[in-house]
C-alpha cells in the first residue's frame, strides 16, 4: 500500500489544505473551491480547483502513470516548450493512484470554445488552428518529444496577435528522446492527421452541418501533415550553392526570422560528394551547404524587448515591430533625419503602444489580454482601411472592436474565445453579416486616406502618424 | 497476418548504451507473445524497433517474410492499438470506428463491410448507431479496438495497454484483449512489465533483462522451469521464495532442512559450496493436511511462523530465515533490479485456508524436494533445470501446442521458434 505523497512545486496555504486523502471524484464543491470548467471526454478523473488566486486543473490517474506524465511536463518545462507546467505529484495511500496537478493556463481555451462560437464556413480560423498545432508539434519534434496522442482535444489554444499558440496539456502518452527518429516523427503526424479528422468530424456532426460537407472537413484535416512538413522543412532546408552566390544565405535567413525562428548558429561547409568527401576549391565544384542552427521561436519578441524594452509573445511581437518600424518611419519623415532604433523604440512604447492598448481593451470591455486588444486593433484598422480604400483611423476600428462588428476572416473574431461560457451570446451567420454592414458603415465614415493593402508602406505611414497625432495633439 | 523474426537485434545508443543486446526471436503467425520485464529491460524498445519508431542499429527484422528495417511505420501495415482511443462524443459508434477509413479514401461500400464485420467479431452489432456516451466502459473500448480492427493489419501491438486504466477496466480489458486475439487469430505482441498481465495473456512470454532475452518460453514453463535465478524471481506472484542452500556431505542444508543433493545436481556445481534455493510459496504444505499417498515424497521439519494472512480462499504465513552475508547481498540485488517489495529474508508459505497454523507459533511444515530449485549465486544459473521426468513433462503440457524450445542458459537465450501458434476456434 503506498505512502500519502505531496510534492508541491507552490506550497500554497490553499493546495496543501485541499482533502488529499479523498478521491477526486469524492471532493465536494462544499469542501474545496471547484470551478466547472468544460473539457473533452479524459480517460481520467479531471477537476478544476481555484485557490490562492490561481486556477489548478487536477488529474487523477494510476501513480505509474502520473509519474512518468509529471517528469515528461518538467522535462517540457525545462525545455521552456509550449505545455501546461506540472505544480505537484500527490501520491495518494490507497489503490493505485496519484493526482496531477498542474497550473490552469491564463486566457487559454479549448478549440471547441472558439468552433462553436463562429460559423462553419469560417474555414479560415480552422486553418489558424491547425496551424497552431502543427507548429506546437514541430516544437516538440525539435526537442526531441514524442507526443503519441497529439489532438485538438488535447491541447489549449491563446491568442498570440494574428495566429494561435498551440499548448501541449495531455502528456500521458509522450516520451522524450535525445532525438526523435524518421519513424517516430512520421507516427506522430498520423496520429495528429487522424485524431484531427476524428476532432473536426466530430463537431461537424454537434454543429449540424450537411454530411455532404463531411469529406471537405476530413481533406482540411489532412492539410495539417502539409503544413507541419512546411514548418519543418524551412528548418532543416541544406541548400547548396557556390560560393559566389553566398548571398541567398540572407533570403534564407529572413525566412526563418519570418516564421520567428532565432538563429544560434549558420555554416557554410564544402557540399561534397554526398560520401564526406570535401569537394577542394578550385575543382571547378564549390558547392557550399549552408546548415542553419535555428534556435526558440522569439527572433521579433527579442527584437522589440531589446529596442522598447516590452515582453510579449512571439506572434504579438511580429505585429507590434511592424508597427514600431511604420513609426520609426514616420518620426524620420517628421525630423528629415534618421531615429535611431532605441529612441524609436522608446518614443513608440510611450506614444504609441501603451496609450493605444489602453484604448483598446478598453474598447473590449477589458475581455482578454491587453496587448492582444492593442494587436486587434491593428488589424481591425489595417483591414477596414484596405476595404475601404482609405485609411480609416483608430476611432473607427476601436469602433468596430466595441461593437464587436469584425471583419469575418479577421483574427480579431477569435476574440470572441476570449470570453467565458455563459458571457457570450452566439455568433450566427445573420449576426455576422449584420455586424459586417455595420462594421462597413464605420469604415465608410472614415477620413479620406492613401491605402491599397497589406505591405503598403504610405497606409502604415499613415495610420502611424494618425495614431501618434491623436496621441500627441 | 504475418510472422514476425528478429535476428541478432540489437539497439546501441549514441551515449553507447545497448538497450536491446543481439536478441533472436521468431513470433509465428498468429502467436500472442508478450515481452516482459522491468523497466529499462529494453522490450518497449524492442517493440518500437518492430514498429518502425526506433532505428535498428544491427539485425535483421523481417516481418512476413521482408525486410523492414528501413521501412516506415506505415509501411508495415502494423497496428499500435490503443495508442490514442479517443472516442467522439457525436459520432455514432459506425463513425467512430469507419472515420479513419474514410480518411484514407476507402470506399463507402469497403467501410461498411469492414466496419460490420469487426462489429460482429466485437458485438458490437446491435450498438452501431448509439453514441458512445451509451455504451459501458467495456463496450467504449471494444470500439476503440475496432478502429484497429479495419485496418486490416498484420500484426497488433500493445505497448502497455492496461497500465493508464483504472483497477476495474484493466481485468476486463484483460479479457477483452485476449477473446479478440483468439478470435481473430492476428499475430499479436504485447509489452507490460506486469507479469500477471504477461502470464495470462500470452502464448509464450519473452522475458527481458538490461536489454538481454532471458528466456522465451509458454507461462507455464517459465513458472515450473525457470532458466535462471532473475525469471524465477520475476514470474510469480506471491514470488518464490529464495534460500540460501548449503552443500555438505552429499546433503542439501537449507535453513529449516536439508535432503539429499540429486546426482544430476553434483555434477553441475563444480567447486561451490553455497548455492540460492528457490522455493515457490505453494510447494509447502501444512504437515497436519498432506494427503497421505504424498506424505512420503516429501520431508516434514519445524519452522516459527511469525505472521499468517488469511484471505479465505488462501492463508499466507511468514518465516523468517538467516542468510549469510554473500547470499542476502546477492538477494538485495536481485530485489533491486526486480523493482520488488517483497522481502527477502522471509520466507512465505501458502497454506490450506483450512490450515490451523497460527501467528507467533511453531508449525510443521511439509515440502516435496524434487520441486527444490537451486541457483548458481554467482551468475544466476539454474542448476536444477529439466533434472526431473515429472517437472519435465508438466512443462511439455503447456495449453494448446505452442513448442517452447529449448531453455537457453542465463544471460544467453536465443529465439525458441513455435511449431504453431494457439489458433482461434
Avoid at chain 1, 516548450?81 to 498542474?102: C, Y
Avoid at chain 1, 484598422?381 to 476601436?398: P, Y
Amino acid at each position: 500500500m503506498p505512502q500519502l505523497d505531496i510534492r508541491l512545486r507552490v506550497p500554497t496555504p490553499g493546495l496543501l489544505a485541499l482533502p488529499w486523502l479523498e478521491p477526486l471524484a469524492d471532493w465536494t464543491a462544499t469542501e474545496v473551491p471547484l470551478r466547472d470548467i468544460p473539457v473533452g471526454p479524459s480517460r481520467h478523473q479531471v477537476r478544476f480547483v481555484e485557490t490562492d488566486g490561481r486556477l489548478w486543473a487536477l488529474k487523477e490517474l494510476p501513480r505509474r502513470l502520473a509519474a512518468k506524465e509529471y517528469g515528461v511536463l518538467r522535462a517540457l518545462e525545462t525545455r521552456s516548450l509550449p505545455a501546461v507546467r506540472p505544480a505537484g505529484l500527490v501520491v495518494q495511500p490507497f489503490e493505485d493512484t496519484a493526482i496531477l496537478l498542474t497550473r490552469y493556463l491564463d486566457r487559454s481555451w479549448q478549440y471547441r470554445r472558439l468552433l462553436m462560437r463562429i460559423p462553419p464556413d469560417m474555414a479560415k480560423h480552422r486553418e489558424r488552428l491547425l496551424d497552431a498545432l502543427a507548429s506546437l508539434l514541430v516544437d516538440l519534434h525539435r526537442n526531441g518529444v514524442f507526443w503519441g496522442d497529439c489532438s485538438l482535444a488535447n491541447t489549449l489554444f491563446s491568442r498570440d496577435g494574428q495566429v494561435l499558440q498551440a499548448w501541449l496539456v495531455d502528456a500521458e502518452t509522450s516520451e522524450i528522446h535525445p532525438q526523435l527518429s524518421a519513424g517516430q516523427r512520421q507516427l506522430d503526424i498520423d496520429i495528429m492527421v487522424e485524431n484531427v479528422a476524428g476532432g473536426l468530424l466530430d463537431l461537424a456532426v454537434r454543429l449540424d452541418v450537411p454530411e455532404s460537407t463531411f469529406p471537405s472537413w476530413i481533406d482540411e484535416a489532412a492539410t495539417i501533415a502539409v503544413r507541419y512538413q512546411e514548418i519543418w522543412e524551412v528548418l532543416h532546408a541544406e541548400p547548396t550553392f557556390s560560393f559566389a552566390d553566398r548571398y541567398q544565405v540572407e533570403g534564407q535567413i529572413r525566412q526563418l526570422h519570418d516564421l520567428g525562428f532565432v538563429v544560434d548558429e549558420l555554416s557554410l561547409e564544402p557540399a561534397g560528394a554526398g560520401d564526406g568527401t570535401p569537394v577542394g576549391p578550385g575543382a571547378g565544384d564549390d558547392k557550399l551547404r549552408l546548415k542553419v542552427a535555428v534556435g526558440d521561436r522569439l527572433f521579433h519578441a527579442t527584437e522589440l524587448r531589446r529596442l522598447a524594452g516590452v515582453e510579449v509573445s512571439e506572434g504579438q511581437a511580429r505585429i507590434l515591430m511592424g508597427d514600431l518600424r511604420a513609426y520609426q518611419h514616420h518620426l524620420q519623415k517628421l525630423a528629415k533625419a534618421d531615429v535611431p532604433d532605441d529612441v524609436a523604440g522608446r518614443r513608440w512604447a510611450d506614444e504609441v503602444f501603451r496609450p493605444g492598448m489602453a484604448r483598446a481593451h478598453r474598447a473590449l470591455g477589458g475581455i482578454g489580454d491587453p496587448v492582444q486588444a492593442y494587436c486587434d486593433l491593428l488589424e481591425v484598422r489595417w483591414l477596414l482601411s484596405e476595404r475601404a480604400g482609405h485609411d480609416v483611423g483608430d476611432a473607427a476600428a476601436l469602433q468596430a472592436l466595441a461593437q464587436r462588428s469584425l471583419p469575418p476572416d479577421s483574427a480579431a473574431q477569435m476574440a470572441v474565445a476570449e470570453t467565458a461560457t455563459g458571457q457570450q451570446p452566439a455568433l450566427t451567420p445573420d449576426l455576422i453579416r449584420r455586424l459586417d454592414e455595420e462594421g462597413q458603415v464605420v469604415a465608410d465614415g472614415g477620413p479620406d486616406g492613401l491605402g491599397t493593402g497589406p505591405g503598403n508602406e504610405k497606409l502604415a505611414d499613415s495610420m502611424s502618424r494618425d495614431r501618434s497625432s491623436t496621441e500627441n495633439p | 497476418m504475418a510472422p514476425i523474426t528478429m535476428t541478432n537485434i540489437t539497439k546501441v545508443y549514441g551515449d553507447g548504451y545497448p538497450a536491446v543486446n543481439d536478441i533472436s526471436l521468431d513470433i509465428a503467425d498468429g502467436e500472442f507473445m508478450i515481452l516482459v520485464g522491468p523497466s529499462g529491460c529494453g522490450k518497449s524498445t524492442l517493440l518500437r524497433m518492430i514498429v518502425g519508431l526506433e532505428d535498428i542499429t544491427s539485425g535483421d527484422m523481417m516481418i512476413d517474410g521482408v525486410r523492414v528495417n528501413d521501412k516506415a511505420p506505415r509501411d508495415r501495415n502494423l497496428s499500435m492499438v490503443f495508442q490514442n482511443y479517443a472516442l467522439y462524443p457525436h459520432l455514432t459508434v459506425y463513425e467512430n470506428i469507419a472515420f479513419p477509413l474514410r480518411l484514407k479514401g476507402t470506399p463507402d461500400d469497403e467501410i461498411k463491410r469492414r466496419v460490420e464485420e469487426a462489429a460482429t467479431t466485437l458485438e458490437l452489432t446491435e450498438h452501431l448507431q448509439r453514441k458512445p456516451a451509451q455504451l459501458s466502459g467495456g463496450q467504449r473500448q471494444r470500439v476503440a479496438m475496432g478502429r484497429a480492427i479495419v485496418r486490416q493489419a498484420s500484426a497488433f501491438l500493445f505497448d502497455e495497454p492496461l497500465s493508464n486504466l483504472d483497477a476495474k477496466l484493466r481485468g476486463q480489458m484483460r479479457t477483452e484483449i485476449l477473446r479478440l486475439q483468439r478470435r481473430m487469430g492476428t499475430t499479436t505482441v504485447y509489452v507490460t512489465h506486469d507479469q500477471t498481465e504477461a502470464m495470462t495473456l500470452g502464448d509464450r512470454v519473452a522475458v527481458m533483462r538490461k536489454g538481454v532475452l532471458q528466456q522465451v518460453a509458454s507461462p507455464r514453463e517459465l513458472y515450473e522451469q525457470p532458466v535462471n535465478l532473475f525469471v524465477a524471481g520475476f514470474i510469480g506472484s506471491p514470488p518464490m521464495n529464495f534460500l540460501p542452500a548449503t552443500i555438505e556431505g552429499g546433503q542439501v542444508k537449507l535453513p529449516f532442512l536439508s535432503y539429499p543433493l540429486p546426482s544430476e545436481v553434483a555434477s553441475r556445481i563444480g567447486d561451490n559450496a553455497l548455492l540460492i534455493a528457490g522455493l515457490r510459496p505453494e510447494h509447502f504444505a501444512d504437515a497436519d493436511l498432506v494427503d497421505e499417498h504424498k506424505r512420503d515424497r516429501g520431508i516434514t521439519f519445524d519452522v516459527h511462523i511469525d505472521v499468517t494472512e488469511w484471505l479465505g480462499s488462501q492463508q499466507y504465513a511468514y518465516v523468517p530465515f538467516d542468510a549469510p552475508e554473500e547470499i542476502t547481498q546477492r538477494l538485495a540485488e536481485l530485489q533491486q533490479e526486480l523493482d520488488s517489495e517483497h522481502m527477502r529474508t522471509q520466507m512465505i508459505v501458502s497454506l490450506d485456508p483450512s490450515s490451523r497454523i497460527t501467528d507467533g507459533q511453531s508449525a510443521k511444515l511439509w515440502l516435496d524436494p524434487s520441486r527444490v530449485h537451486l541457483f548458481d549465486p554467482r551468475n544466476g544459473t539454474n542448476l536444477t533445470l529439466n533434472l526431473d521426468s515429472d517437472r519435465a513433462s508438466v512443462s511439455a503440457g503447456r495449453p494448446a501446442g505452442i513448442a517452447a524450445g529449448s531453455a537457453p542458459p542465463a544471460n544467453d537465450a536465443s529465439s525458441t521458434g513455435a511449431d504453431g501458434p494457439r489458433r482461434s476456434t
